[in-house]
């Protein structure tokens, strides 16, 4: 057998798939999450996690307050546990609105949260660096990171100020975390 080339359309195809990623997510926020992948290049693991706020298979409801997670009613709503094993040592989450958010909330955060604690709906997190008010189509945001200070934390998107309790009709957004792999002893 000899080496296969691949095409350039081949080989974009494939890389636009990326590889699916089981992000192990919270109850309250699993079916607004419409895909997420990792590509490699080199060490670097980037994994895209594509939300849709405003779904329609899953009542997506905003708290109403400051800080608390987006997601079904009094359900756990992480996004993912940001584990080393996954997603490498992260040193940037960036956020990207691609459809601005309307209905109980029209500001919105990543926030990380050392547990679930409070059922994953009242995370008392942190609110990722730069990330706070997305509120505007095109709008590109990211928090950089040089301590691997979100390994093992949990991930969520929260109102990012006071709001209404009412359900999301609309928010997309593209989550980006870029986290590198430790290089094999050579």
């Not at 089981?22 to 996690?49: K, M, N, Y």
């Not at 080393?84 to 919105?108: C, L, N, S, W, Y």
Request: net charge negative; hydrophobic share 35%; charged share 20%.
């Amino acid at each position: 057998m000899g080496n296969r080339r691949l095409s350039r359309k081949r080989l974009y195809q494939v890389e636009k798939l990326g590889q699916k990623v089981d992000l192990e997510s919270g109850p309250g926020i699993r079916d607004a999450i419409v895909s997420a992948t990792q590509h490699r290049q080199g060490q670097e693991i980037i994994t895209e996690i594509a939300i849709d706020l405003g779904t329609s298979k899953q009542d997506i409801e905003a708290p109403g307050t400051d800080r608390h997670a987006i997601g079904e009613d009094s359900k756990n709503a992480h996004i993912t546990q940001l584990t080393v094993a996954k997603f490498g040592i992260i040193t940037e989450v960036r956020a990207i609105v691609m459809e601005a958010p309307t209905g109980g909330a029209t500001d919105i955060a990543l926030e990380h949260a050392a547990s679930t604690a409070n059922g994953g709906v009242d995370p008392s997190g942190t609110v990722i660096t730069n990330l706070g008010a997305l509120t505007a189509v095109g709008q590109d945001d990211s928090g950089p990171y040089d301590n691997n200070g979100l390994a093992n934390k949990y991930l969520f998107v929260c109102a990012g100020e006071n709001g209404t309790n009412a359900n999301m009709d609309t928010g997309k957004l593209l989550i980006y975390i870029h986290g590198f792999a430790e290089p094999a002893d050579l």
